[in-house]
């Protein structure tokens, strides 16, 4: 029973995950999402195969509902890329394997099942203030978090374009931070509320500020203001090879549920 209750938390979470982070555009097919955002990030522009399991299908059906993602994909000048969960057919990452897709960016998802168990979260306010950290808050985006995100992870015009439409079409509620030492900004990130949890993303420290427990400080802020608002839980999407990330989310009392990571055939069309 507890099994079952697992993974009905966990296909709740990897829905999450998807209206979190939307696409501009979706497509389904046969009940596969197809998501499409300019190219964007892989999590806005990739195959979700997660519905439509209860019928077994046959390597030719498989098959040929890959060669329909391609010509669509490839159509739109991008990669052809499939989040690999563990709610997709057992049979398609083989499948895609053979196919010539690459394995890549192997990710963890992991929950904090009561924010109540994150030491030292209570105390968060004094703390900051003693390091002359002030956290701000808004629930919309504005220019000025989108700049500084933009500008800490090295975005484009055109991505930060794409990161607007993407947030400001969602319709779930949002906290858009930036942390501030002695009035400079060294860190920001997003949280997004569905259901019982608060999923945080973007998460990142500018590089002078880096191994400096600001990115502690951030997540700690940004969990203080979940509890402000009722909410309880919390899950995070992390890349395996960033493991100081994942020292950082193991110290918070974050718990890996499953993994995913992405198959990738790239366009030989595109420019």
């Given amino acids: 029973m507890e099994l079952i209750k697992d993974i009905d938390r966990n296909r709740r979470i990897e829905q999450y995950a998807l209206n979190a982070w939307p696409a501009l555009q979706t ?24 519905y439509n399991q209860s019928e077994v299908q046959s390597y030719e059906q498989l098959l040929e509902k890959i060669h329909i993602c391609e010509r669509l994909y490839e159509g739109m000048g991008l990669d052809v890329i499939f989040k690999m969960t563990p709610f997709v057919p057992s049979s398609l990452d083989a499948l895609l394997a053979d196919e010539g897709y690459q394995y890549v960016e192997p990710s963890s998802v992991q929950v904090l099942e009561s924010l109540y168990d994150l030491n030292g979260l209570t105390a968060y306010g004094e703390q900051a203030e003693q390091l002359g950290i002030e956290l701000e808050a808004c629930e919309y985006i504005s220019q000025k978090w989108l700049d500084i995100v933009a500008d800490f992870n090295h975005l484009s015009t055109h991505n930060r374009q794409i990161t607007r439409q993407l947030l400001s079409n969602s319709l779930l509620r949002k906290g858009f931070f930036i942390l501030y030492v002695q009035s400079v900004p060294v860190a920001c990130g997003l949280g ?78 595109k420019a």
């Fill in 27 to 50: 497509n389904v097919l046969d009940g596969w999402l197809l998501r499409f955002a300019d190219g964007y990030t892989k999590r806005s522009n990739s195959v979700s195969a997660i």
């Fill in 192 to 269: 997004v509320i569905e259901g019982e949890y608060i999923g945080l993303y973007d998460i990142v420290t500018a590089e002078p500020y880096r191994n400096q427990g600001y990115g502690e400080q951030l997540i700690r802020g940004i969990l203080n203001w979940a509890l402000s608002v009722g909410v309880k839980k919390s899950y995070i999407l992390v890349v395996q090879g960033n493991h100081s990330a994942k020292r950082l989310y193991e110290k918070l009392g974050y718990k890996e549920i499953y993994t995913y990571w992405y198959r990738v055939k790239a366009n030989s069309n």
